[in-house]
């Protein structure tokens, strides 16, 4: 019998730890299986910290990091903290890595490559895995290590889909969320799982931004940054496939720190009239996103799990508050539905 599809919430650390903690208590209460922390020095508590609080406040719910990086922290540092996380309770801590973003932008650095992310989390897993690294003259190694720490690697474009299905434990999908594209990043995963002599699937866990809602057209305005945020990100081709057809400036002034963390969303929302239609802010909800009546937000992760994920991370729009809402609404009408 197959497996349940694994629901969680994604927690940005943007309150004091005791208050972070206490929401994901009752993420952990209300029934849902994962909490993911995203990484923005800047934007938010430092994600480790934020991680090591959450599972030793709790007993049953997954915790893991969506996602932290490997510029503004170098690899051994990461191995190491992640090592401290994960022996405090030892298979319920999931490292996710990806190029960086809003942890890079700010601060004036880029995103890594993807022969960068190879080698990085390469010196990750052998950290981990107890083995020796050369850092250029020196070899070193992690005392204690952790071998058994999951290893996951957030993907959206081809090339870095097939990265992940090489040398991840699991993959964080960024790109969409119909069974077309989900197919499509799946193969992607397979090619690349093949490529490295791995035979056992590897994971699939779906990133995607939730709101229960009986008026679609009214609320899928709020995606308008998510959706321009794509367009200029690389992301236009999958755009495209949905029929959504943008015109993307390079930089949108009066948006800070960027269109997907702007600390006035209601601003940015209105900027992003300029770019993005609300016939495109529905497309984009209806392809991209889990946005609908609770019957239509069972059907969505339904057929997400039959495009083959294991697991869904849901995000609520808001980079500075709490999902309280979305926790209670997916408790009361959606994980019922699914069960």
């Known amino acids: 019998m197959s497996q349940p599809l694994r629901v969680g919430i994604r927690i940005p650390p943007c309150r004091p730890i005791p208050e972070l903690v206490d929401v994901v208590r009752e993420a952990e209460r209300l029934g849902l299986d994962d909490v993911w922390f995203p990484d923005s020095q800047l934007l938010w508590r430092d994600v480790f910290a934020v991680a090591a609080a959450a599972v030793a406040?709790?007993?049953?719910?997954?915790?893991?990091?969506?996602?932290?990086?490997?510029?503004?922290?170098?690899?051994?540092?990461v191995a190491s903290a992640a090592r401290t996380v994960h022996e405090i309770a030892p298979g319920r801590f999931r490292l996710g890595l990806?190029?960086?973003n809003s942890s890079v932008a700010p601060i004036g650095l880029r995103a890594s490559t993807g022969a960068e992310m190879r080698d990085r989390i390469g010196v990750i897993r052998s950290l981990l895995d107890g083995d020796e690294v050369r850092f250029g003259d020196v070899?070193?190694?992690?005392?204690?290590?952790?071998?058994?720490?999951?290893?996951?690697?957030?993907?959206?474009?081809?090339?870095?889909?097939r990265l992940a299905g090489e040398i991840s434990?699991?993959?964080?999908?960024?790109?969409?969320?119909?069974?077309?594209?989900?197919?499509?990043?799946?193969e992607r995963i397979?090619?690349?799982?093949?490529?490295?002599?791995?035979?056992?699937?590897?994971?699939?866990?779906?990133?995607?931004f939730c709101r229960?809602?009986?008026?679609?057209?009214?609320?899928?305005?709020?995606?308008?940054?998510?959706?321009?945020w794509m367009a200029q990100g690389g992301g236009a081709a999958f755009l495209a496939l949905a029929g959504i057809h943008i015109d993307a400036p390079a930089h949108v002034p009066g948006v800070y720190p960027d269109l997907i963390h702007a600390e006035d969303w209601d601003a940015a929302v209105s900027i992003c009239d300029a770019y993005v239609s609300d016939q495109d802010a529905v497309r984009y909800a209806r392809e991209f996103c889990v946005y609908g009546d609770a019957d239509a937000v069972v059907d969505r992760l339904l057929s997400i799990k039959q495009a083959g994920a294991s697991a869904v991370f849901l995000q609520h729009v808001g980079s500075y508050d709490l999902p309280h809402e979305l926790i209670s609404v997916l408790a009361e009408q959606v994980l019922p539905r699914l069960a």
């Open 190 to 208: 397979r090619e690349g799982a093949h490529a490295a002599g791995r035979s056992e699937p590897v994971p699939m866990t779906v990133s995607a």
């Open 139 to 161: 070899r070193s190694r992690l005392r204690d290590p952790a071998p058994d720490l999951a290893l996951y690697m957030a993907a959206s474009g081809p090339k870095n889909l």
């Open 212 to 228: 229960v809602t009986d008026d679609l057209e009214r609320d899928a305005r709020e995606l308008k940054p998510l959706c321009l």
């Open 169 to 186: 434990d699991g993959v964080i999908l960024l790109s969409g969320v119909t069974p077309k594209i989900l197919g499509d990043s799946a």
């Open 57 to 77: 406040g709790t007993t049953r719910i997954n915790v893991g990091t969506a996602v932290t990086n490997v510029v503004t922290r170098h690899p051994a540092v």
């Open 98 to 100: 990806g190029v960086g």
